[in-house]
């Protein structure tokens, strides 16, 4: 009786044995394999894109609900209320950013103080529509832009994230309620917006004609 080892040697030489006398693999059958190959890597590509997309929204989104909840956390605790009468901690977004900034403001929203940027986002995320949001000290309820409160739920104080240059459905978006309560919501439609800094208009060509103003530069107030 032959060993294991004998019988692996037998099959190994039979194996080559048999390669070598069919005369391997022709040209044709070489290139057949690549071709199909090559054809199936091509059609992963754009979902593997998408997916990469989509987990650069998600983990922002996630970054954007984190800081929130950083500022809010402040105002509750009153971090820098005996400073120039500072009534409210905000966080504002600018469309067209990968960054947003926080600050405080007193009790007639004014006397801004920028206290500082947050990271990138990830990817090519970016901030989809203009928000500002506050946070009362010391309750940590929230407002909107001139110190509207925030709805039950959240749905004028709604932060969009989304890729660069997506007009889909691929987008993301943290709400805030009046009470400070965070929701998110994924497979949002990614709005057309502008930039309010005076910048071009991106996304859809009609941008300009809808919420920028006749000399083609953008007015935050209509972005709002």
């Not at 600050?103 to 990138?120: D, H, K, L, P, R």
């Amino acid at each position: 009786m032959k060993t294991p080892a004998q019988n692996f040697r037998l099959l190994n030489f039979l194996s080559v044995h048999n390669f070598a006398k069919s005369g391997g693999f022709s040209l044709i059958e070489l290139l057949l394999v690549i071709s199909i190959i090559s054809i199936m890597s091509a059609a992963s590509i754009p979902g593997f894109r998408g997916y990469i997309r989509s987990q650069n929204v998600k983990q922002s989104l996630e970054q954007v609900k984190s800081d929130l909840r950083s500022v809010q956390t402040k105002a509750m605790a009153g971090t820098l209320s005996d400073e120039a009468n500072v009534s409210y901690w905000g966080v504002s977004f600018v469309p067209g950013r990968s960054t947003y900034s926080n600050f405080t403001v007193n009790s007639s929203f004014t006397g801004i103080a920028n206290q500082g940027t947050s990271e990138n986002l990830v990817g090519d995320a970016i901030v989809r529509q203009s928000r500002t949001i506050y946070f009362s000290i010391p309750v940590g309820d929230a407002y909107t832009f001139g110190g509207t409160p925030c709805d039950a739920t959240g749905t004028n104080c709604s932060v969009l994230i989304g890729p660069v240059g997506s007009n889909g459905n691929d987008c993301a978006q943290i709400r805030v309620n009046s009470a400070g309560g965070m929701f998110k919501e994924e497979g949002v439609a990614c709005v057309a917006y502008c930039v309010p800094d005076g910048g071009d208009c991106f996304v859809n060509n009609d941008c300009c004609s809808l919420v920028c103003n006749g000399m083609n530069k953008c007015d935050p107030s209509i972005v709002e």
